[in-house]
């Protein structure tokens, strides 16, 4: 399954080095472009991708979770997302 996970760090000045850790912990890529989303591959669901991804940041950071599916998903990325993606689903 690949999900897109989008967020919004607003901690100006806090170290968020475990959350990006985190991240880097499920097979992902990202399009160089989309600096806060991610792609990520897992069997885990959306609530326990969120449940592990919020417990490196605050309360006033905000955060979605959402499941890609095949032919339910479009958008305008580098090719090389594409293809990682597509395989995946």
């Not at 912990?25 to 897992?42: G, M, N, P, Q, R």
């Amino acid at each position: 399954m690949v999900y897109l996970i989008k967020y919004e760090l607003n901690k100006p000045g806090k170290n968020y080095d475990n959350l990006y850790a985190a991240l880097r912990a499920y097979e992902y890529t990202k399009d160089d472009t989309l600096h806060s989303a991610w792609f990520v591959s897992t069997s885990w669901t959306a609530d326990q991708i969120s449940n592990d991804i919020r417990a490196h940041m605050d309360d006033n950071d905000k955060l979605i979770v959402t499941r890609l599916r095949s032919g339910e998903h479009q958008g305008w990325l580098s090719q090389g997302v594409w293809d990682w993606i597509s395989p995946r689903l």
